[in-house]
């Protein structure tokens, strides 16, 4: 007999970009009202949970110091939320093995609070329906819905409320990632004040857009790729508009600021164009990395799990 397995449930998730992002007018809670089609891409994070007499924190890989280690990070909030909810004084030790961006705009946080969501019911078999992991999800954040959905998706209200877009193919993606973060509060208020007292329109999915997905053509895609927060990213990080022009100048066939930024997406023809575009981006010193991912994937799913009780 080999050493006892130790119990652990580990929970993989995605990374998303907004394909389309239409940002409506400020709401009375401090919300805009959005409108949104995200879609999931295979750039992820591994999230394991593990029995553990105290609660802890670990996250690994590259952007391992930028991601708090207390109750302020999402995973963490997240396990909170379902032991308040469960009635359980249990504790987990959380690691994250992280390679969504930080503060990239990739809703690289709200993946780990969907993770953590889903390990830990696992974990302590809660029964939780999926409308109530749902639930759970919206309570921590606007984005954290769609990373336990993933594939591609409408948001609207803050961006919690999804309905699955019918999307025929796969697409290649090339991210721009800049080691800078962008503030998504401080984007926000950007967008404000650049549209200072113009009348905002409440905001809807374009038929352009949903053309593009249902008939998988990549270059009406690429044509319909919109981002309402984009000139408020670029106004607050101008060297976004020379990774935008360089990306488009090497091939790309369309680009978009991700969510706040500041990482910037390439939509490509294929992988051998995308391969193509990461060489360039990098040779010219473009960003600070660039990776390729693509997409639509699942949303966060279990991808190991050994249990003892
Ligand atoms: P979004 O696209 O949802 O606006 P983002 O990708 O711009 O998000 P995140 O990577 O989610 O940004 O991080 C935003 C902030 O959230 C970070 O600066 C960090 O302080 C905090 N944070 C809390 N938990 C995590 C986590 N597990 N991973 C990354 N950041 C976290």
């Known amino acids: 007999m080999g050493a006892p397995t130790e119990t652990a449930v580990t929970v993989r998730v995605p990374a998303k970009v907004n394909l389309e992002l239409r940002v409506g007018p400020l709401r009375d809670d401090g919300f ?3 409108s949104t089609v995200f879609h999931a891409v295979d750039l992820v994070d591994d999230v394991t949970v593990r029995p553990a007499s105290t609660s802890s924190i670990v996250t690994t890989g590259p952007y391992a110091d930028a991601v708090p280690a207390g109750p302020d990070n999402l995973a963490m909030r997240a396990a909170r939320l379902i032991a308040e909810r469960v009635g359980t004084d249990e504790h987990v030790a959380i690691e994250i ?3 969504i961006p930080v503060a990239g705009g990739m809703a690289g946080g709200s993946a780990d609070a969907a993770a953590a969501l889903v390990a830990v019911d696992a974990l302590w078999d809660t029964g939780f329906s999926p409308r109530e992991l749902h ?4 309570e921590l954040g606007s984005d954290v819905p769609f990373a336990l959905h993933g594939g591609t998706a409408i948001g609207s209200g803050r961006g919690e409320q999804l309905v699955p877009v019918l999307a025929k193919g796969t697409f290649e993606w090339v ?3 800049h080691h800078e973060g962008l503030s998504t509060p ?3 208020a950007e967008c404000d004040r650049l549209r200072g007292r113009e009348p905002v329109a409440e905001p809807e999915p374009s038929s352009g857009m949903m053309a593009a997905l249902r008939a998988g053509d990549v270059d009406a895609l690429a044509d319909n790729l919109h981002n309402d927060l984009q000139p408020a990213a670029c106004s607050l990080m101008p060297r976004l508009r020379d990774t935008i022009a360089a990306g488009l ?3 790309a066939l369309g680009a978009i600021v991700s ?5 910037v997406a390439f939509l490509c023809g294929d992988r051998s164009e995308a391969l193509n575009l990461m060489v360039s981006l990098t040779a010219g010193n473009i960003a600070d990395e660039v990776v390729g991912a693509s997409g639509p994937v699942h949303g966060a799913h279990v991808v190991h799990d050994v249990r003892r009780r």
């Not at 969510?259 to 990482?263: A, M």
């Open 259 to 263: 969510g706040s930024g500041p990482t």
């Open 249 to 251: 100048d090497e091939g």
């Open 97 to 99: 093995a992280k390679s």
């Open 32 to 34: 805009h009202s959005l």
């Open 135 to 138: 639930e759970l999800a919206a």
């Open 186 to 188: 401080a984007v926000y």
């Open 175 to 177: 991210f721009a990632l």
